[in-house]
């Protein structure tokens, strides 16, 4: 079964870290590069960068450079992305997303999401 | 890396057809066939239901279609049906390996 399994929920403090994984199954990793969302409460989505899965080279949204960091273990089909200096709007659900193919430019597989809670 | 603008609310009566916009620029939309809209409901992880500005995958209905003039691509839903009620956001590649979102429409079903 093809999926993408996110880590469960997170509260952190204002200017602490955090670090959400997304584990693969089904499918070659390395084949699919891996993109992050996020969604805070009631808003759209954003798009906030991606890493190719084979390779481990990064994108980055303009808005997150210098505050995120997309990561992968490709021993065990997972990729991560960690992001500092949390602010309260951090506060979202973060999706890995699939990215259809090296020629394609769509995500056609989503994480379930992981809520992420920026709360002194 | 603006956002793509999208009205955030649609709606028409079952069996009716219900378009929604998402205007970028050239640099997006306009530059480039890889335009893709995606359907949310509360709660739930997005689902692909166009990708290349008019292509389905397996599985999506065909009363949902794409098209884009310019720098505004446009997503169709006929026949209207209890289960379209959602939010939908169009996505496009906007160079350098990066992407944008629109800001999302409501589409409700009266």
């Known amino acids: 079964q093809v999926q993408l399994v996110q880590s469960g929920a997170e509260v952190k403090n204002p200017g602490a870290s955090v670090k959400v994984s997304c584990k693969a199954s089904g499918y070659t990793f390395t084949d699919f590069y891996t993109h992050w969302v996020r969604q805070a409460p009631g808003q759209g989505l954003e798009w906030m960068g991606c890493i190719n899965s084979k390779s481990g080279g990064t994108d980055y949204a303009q808005k997150f450079q210098g505050r995120v960091t997309m990561t992968r273990d490709t021993s065990i089909s997972t990729a991560y992305m960690e992001l500092s200096s949390l602010g309260s709007d951090d506060t979202a659900v973060y999706y890995c997303a699939r990215r259809g193919g090296q020629y394609l430019f769509h995500f056609d597989m989503w994480g379930q999401g992981t809520m992420v809670t920026v709360s002194s | 890396q603006s956002a793509l603008t999208q009205p955030p609310s649609a709606s028409g009566s079952p069996g009716q057809s219900v378009t929604i916009s998402c205007t970028g620029t050239?640099?997006?939309?306009?530059?480039?066939?890889?335009v893709s809209w995606y359907q949310q409901h509360p709660g739930k992880a997005p689902k692909l239901m166009i990708f290349e500005v008019n292509e389905r995958p397996s599985g999506v209905p065909d009363r949902f279609s794409g098209s884009k003039s310019g720098n505004t691509a446009s997503l169709t839903v006929s026949g209207l049906q209890a289960e379209d009620e959602a939010d939908y956001y169009c996505s496009s590649y906007a160079g350098r390996n990066t992407w944008v979102f629109g800001g999302g429409t409501k589409l409700t079903v009266l």
């Open positions: 050239s640099s997006d939309v306009g530059g480039y066939k890889f």
